[in-house]
């Protein structure tokens, strides 16, 4: 589904983000990359998600070459991602509900079917009961949900997310993979870039670590088995 061959990113008046990357990424899998601050693990991310193109190499997702992709193209495309930020990025002049709903606005769902997948969206990570709070209002644990809400609304089949657990305590940080478990035990592909490996637990499959933009390993950890569900969990 997502393949790096010999990807290399270099921003503007800077050394390389990225070197020489090649990996592959199958459907379905719930993949960490783990690295130290600076080590490339956004830019990884931001290369998935089409939000930046490599300076050379090639970025297949799901086939396309997204170098190739046209401008009007990569939002159809970003259809297919859910994608959480180290920043949120809510919009604060809008209660929970209508941070949620956004994201189904702007792909043409509207109506019922909006609602009851907001509602459905916001109750899966515990936020029902706060969808007409503020984003102010919620503690940083609370913010780190909605935005996981907002991010899964549109039943995307890839979800990224970039350091979710970085700023939480010990107890919200196991919420929040609790929750990107259970996307990915009905088929979600879930990648996760996190400077802190010690979340990892035997039920996530692989870990790519980088070093100064370099993919140092690419390992499988022992797994535990787990059952596929049928349906989305919203």
Not at 56 to 63: D, E, M, W
Not at 96 to 102: K, S
Not at 109 to 137: C, N, Q, Y
Not at 145 to 157: D, E, F, T
């Amino acid at each position: 589904m997502i393949q790096f061959d010999h990807v290399t990113k270099r921003y503007p008046g800077s050394n390389e983000a990225l070197k020489n990357v090649s990996l592959n990424i199958e459907a379905g899998e719930f993949v960490f990359v783990t690295g130290h601050s600076g080590a490339g693990k956004s830019t990884l991310l931001k290369l998935i998600a089409a939000i930046e193109r490599p300076t050379g190499g090639t970025v297949l997702i799901a086939n396309q070459n997204i170098s190739k992709l046209k401008s009007n193209a990569i939002p159809y495309m970003r259809r297919r991602f859910g994608l959480i930020f180290q920043d949120h990025k809510l919009l604060y002049d809008r209660n929970c509900f209508e941070n949620v709903m956004l994201p189904l606005r702007i792909n043409g769902i509207f109506g019922t079917e909006a609602a009851k997948r907001s509602r459905a969206a916001l109750d899966k990570v515990g936020l029902l009961h706060k969808e007409k709070a503020m984003p102010i209002t919620l503690s940083g644990g609370e913010q780190q949900r909605l935005a996981i809400a907002r991010a899964v609304v549109g039943r995307p089949s890839i979800l990224i997310a970039d350091e979710p657990t970085g700023n939480l305590d010990a107890v919200y940080a196991a919420d929040i993979m609790s929750i990107f478990q259970a996307f990915h035990q009905v088929g979600v592909t879930v990648i996760v870039a996190t400077h802190d490996a010690t979340g990892i637990s035997a039920t996530q499959r692989r870990v790519l670590h980088i070093n100064q933009g370099e993919l140092h390993s690419n390992e499988v950890i022992q797994a535990a088995d787990h059952t596929q569900n049928s349906g989305y969990p919203i």
